[in-house]
C-alpha cells in the first residue's frame, strides 16, 4: 500500500511493510530471511524490505573473514548443500608476536579453546551476504540496493515509523538539480536497523532515546584490508595467522590477520585499536610498514595485490553494547556492537542478533503490536549464545588499554582461561571503557612525529593508488557526506593541538591541509569523493567535529569480494 504525503510542499511516496530493515549486511539479511521462514512455517504472510546503501548487496561490505558458522547453523542448517560461500576451512591456525626483525610464534594450545579457528571457515563476507541476499529474495523478501536511508521519520507519538530513503539530484550547492528525486519513504510496523560500525542513524537513534545510557563509551579501531593473489609456491589454503607486536609499540594496541583462502587469494589486514595517544600515528602507513616484515612478505612474494578497503570495527563489547529497543524499532550486530574482540570475529553474533530481533518482531505482528518496544528481542539477547560469548571476553580490551600489549595480552590470556572456566566469572570483575577514542588522543607537542618510508610499489603503496582498487566513486556534484559542525576548528584548533590528525588517521586520503606557495596560510581541504566509508574521522577527531553522513545511495567503494 502506498499514499503520497507533504515533504515541504512536495509530494513523497509512502509504502508500508510489515518491517523495514536498514543496511543489507548478516544482521540484516539474517533478520528478513528468519521474518520470511517464520512466516512460511505457519500459513501466514508477512512483507519485509532491505534497504542498502551500496550500489549491489556487499559492495559496502568488509571483514577479515573468518567465519564461525554458529550463526549460519541456525539460520540454514543444510547451508553446504544449498552452495553458501563458506568453502575453505580452516586447516593451520598460527599466533605470532613481531618483533623489527624476528617473531616468536605462540603454542595454540595455551590459548582457550574458543581462540582457536579449526571449525570455522574463510570467505568473503561480502560474498555471503550476497549469497544471503539471494536466498532472502528467493523468500519474497524486497531488497533495494543504492537507495540509502538518509533520514528517519517518526509517528506523532515519537516512535521511529520508518525511514527516508532514494533523495537524488541534490547539488553541490544543496540546491535541487534537474534529476532531482524527493525520495520515498518507507514505514514499517517496526524498523530494523543493521546500518554496521557508527551508522548515521544508529547515532541519531541512540541520541534520540538516550540508549546508551548507563553504557561505556563506544570503543572502535581501524581495519585495513588488501586482498592479494599469489603463486602457488606460497599459497596455504586455509592458513589463518594473527599477529601483535610490530610495527606497534606497545601502548598502542592493534594487530594483524592473514588467510590464504578461495583461488589463491591471500587476505592481509591490519587493525589499530583507535584509542591510540600519538595525533602523528598513520594506521595506513603502519598497515604498509607491516608488510614489509619478512614473516608477513614472504606470504606476498610474486603476487599482486588486487583489492583494498578499510572500515572501523566495533570493540567496546559487551560494556558498551546500548538498549538495544526503542519504540518502533531495534539496533542489529554491528550497530549494536557485537563484535568479539578477541576472537576478531562479529558476523555470527550479528546473524543471531538478526534472528532473534526477527522472531520477536513476528510475534508481536501476530498478535497485532506495531511500533512499540520491542522488549523481548532484548531479553532475547540477554539468555542467548550471544550474550555469554561476549562476557566471557568482556575484559579482554580493557586489559589492554590498562597494560599495553605485552603484558595486557599475558594478563587477558589469564583472564580468558578464567572466564571460560568459571562460567563467566573473573578475578577483575567487569573493567570499564573510562573515555571515548577521540579523548585518547594526545596533544601533537608531547609526540614525536613519525617518519614513514616511501611506498616501493611493490609490497607498500600510497593511499590514492589503493583506493583506486576500491572502486570508489561518488558524484561530486552532491553535497560533501562529510559535515563539519564548525569549519574552522581544523585549522585553529585541530592543527596547532594535535597536528590535524584527520589527514593520518584518514585511510583513503580525503583529508588534506594545504599551504600557500610561502608555506603559509593553511587551508583544510575535504576530498570526499575518496571516502571508503570507513566512519573513522568520525570516530577519532579529538574535536568531534567532523559527522559522517549517507551519500547519494549506491556511492562509495565497490568491493568485489571483500
Not at 516 to 521: H, K, M, R, S, T
Amino acid at each position: 500500500m502506498s499514499e503520497d504525503i507533504a515533504d515541504q510542499g512536495e509530494p513523497r511516496e509512502a509504502i508500508e511493510y510489515d518491517v523495514v530493515i536498514v543496511g543489507a549486511g548478516p544482521s540484516g539479511l539474517s533478520a528478513a530471511i528468519r521474518l520470511k521462514q517464520l512466516a512460511a512455517a505457519a500459513g501466514t504472510e508477512i512483507t519485509v524490505a532491505v534497504l542498502e546503501k551500496g550500489s549491489e548487496v556487499g559492495a559496502h561490505i568488509l571483514s577479515g573473514a573468518v567465519i564461525d558458522p554458529k550463526g549460519i547453523n541456525e539460520l540454514f542448517p543444510d547451508w553446504k548443500a544449498m552452495g553458501a560461500p563458506l568453502e575453505t576451512p580452516v586447516t593451520s591456525d598460527k599466533f605470532v608476536v613481531l618483533g623489527p626483525q624476528g617473531s616468536a610464534s605462540l603454542p595454540m594450545f595455551a590459548m582457550p579453546g574458543f581462540m582457536h579457528n579449526h571449525g570455522n571457515y574463510i570467505a568473503s563476507l561480502g560474498n555471503v551476504c550476497r549469497w544471503l541476499a539471494e536466498q532472502a529474495e528467493g523468500l519474497g523478501v524486497e531488497i533495494y540496493p543504492g537507495m540509502a536511508a538518509s533520514e528517519a521519520v517518526f509517528d506523532e507519538k515519537g516512535a521511529l515509523k520508518g525511514v527516508v530513503a532514494g533523495v537524488f539530484g541534490i547539488d553541490k550547492t544543496g540546491a535541487k538539480g534537474p534529476d532531482y528525486q524527493p525520495g520515498i519513504e518507507l514505514h514499517g510496523k517496526y524498523v530494523f536497523i543493521g546500518e554496521g560500525v557508527r551508522g548515521s542513524l544508529s547515532k541519531q537513534l541512540r541520541a534520540r532515546y538516550s540508549l546508551a545510557e548507563g553504557c561505556d563509551p563506544e570503543k572502535y579501531g581501524i581495519g585495513l584490508k588488501e586482498i592479494w593473489q599469489v603463486p602457488d609456491a606460497v599459497f596455504s589454503s586455509g592458513l589463518v595467522q594473527h599477529t601483535v607486536g610490530w610495527p606497534l609499540d606497545d601502548a598502542t594496541g592493534g594487530g594483524s590477520f592473514l588467510y590464504h583462502f578461495g583461488d589463491n587469494y591471500v587476505a592481509v589486514g591490519f587493525v589499530v585499536h583507535l584509542n591510540y595517544k600519538n595525533p602523528w600515528l598513520s594506521p595506513f602507513d603502519e598497515f604498509q610498514r607491516f608488510k614489509k616484515h619478512p614473516d608477513i612478505a614472504k606470504h606476498l612474494e610474486g603476487g599482486k595485490r588486487i583489492a583494498y578497503g578499510a572500515r572501523a570495527i566495533s570493540e567496546g563489547g559487551l560494556q558498551s553494547i546500548p538498549r538495544l529497543y526503542f519504540p518502533g524499532g531495534v539496533l542489529l550486530g554491528d550497530s549494536a556492537g557485537m563484535v568479539n574482540v578477541p576472537r576478531i570475529k562479529g558476523s555470527h553474533n550479528a546473524m543471531k542478533s538478526g534472528m532473534m530481533a526477527a522472531e520477536a518482531a513476528y510475534a508481536a505482528i501476530q498478535a497485532g503490536r506495531s511500533a512499540d518496544d520491542l522488549v523481548e528481542y532484548e531479553t532475547a539477547f540477554n539468555r542467548s549464545w550471544v550474550r555469554k560469548e561476549l562476557h566471557t571476553v568482556r575484559n579482554a580490551k580493557p586489559i589492554l588499554t590498562k597494560f599495553g600489549t605485552m603484558l595486557g595480552g599475558a594478563v587477558s590470556m589469564f583472564d580468558l582461561w578464567f572466564t571460560s572456566l568459571f562460567g563467566g566469572a573473573s578475578l577483575f570483575g567487569t573493567m570499564h571503557h573510562l573515555k571515548s577514542d577521540a579523548d585518547s588522543t594526545g596533544l601533537a607537542k608531547d609526540h614525536k612525529p613519525i617518519v614513514y618510508p616511501k611506498p616501493d610499489g611493490v609490497l607498500s603503496f600510497d593511499k590514492l593508488s589503493s583506493v583506486f582498487l576500491s572502486s570508489t566513486n561518488h558524484d561530486e556534484n552532491q553535497p560533501a557526506h562529510l559535515k563539519l559542525r564548525d569549519p574552522s576548528v581544523p585549522i585553529s584548533i585541530n592543527l596547532p593541538k594535535y597536528g590535524e590528525p584527520a589527514r593520518l588517521y584518514c585511510p583513503a586520503g580525503v583529508y588534506e591541509v594545504l599551504y600557500d606557495e610561502q608555506g603559509q596560510n593553511p587551508k583544510f581541504q575535504i576530498n570526499f569523493q575518496n571516502c571508503v566509508h570507513c566512519k573513522t574521522c568520525d570516530i577519532k577527531d579529538p574535536s568531534q567535529n567532523i559527522v559522517w553522513t549517507t551519500p547519494q545511495g549506491g556511492d562509495g567503494p565497490n568491493y568485489p569480494n571483500m
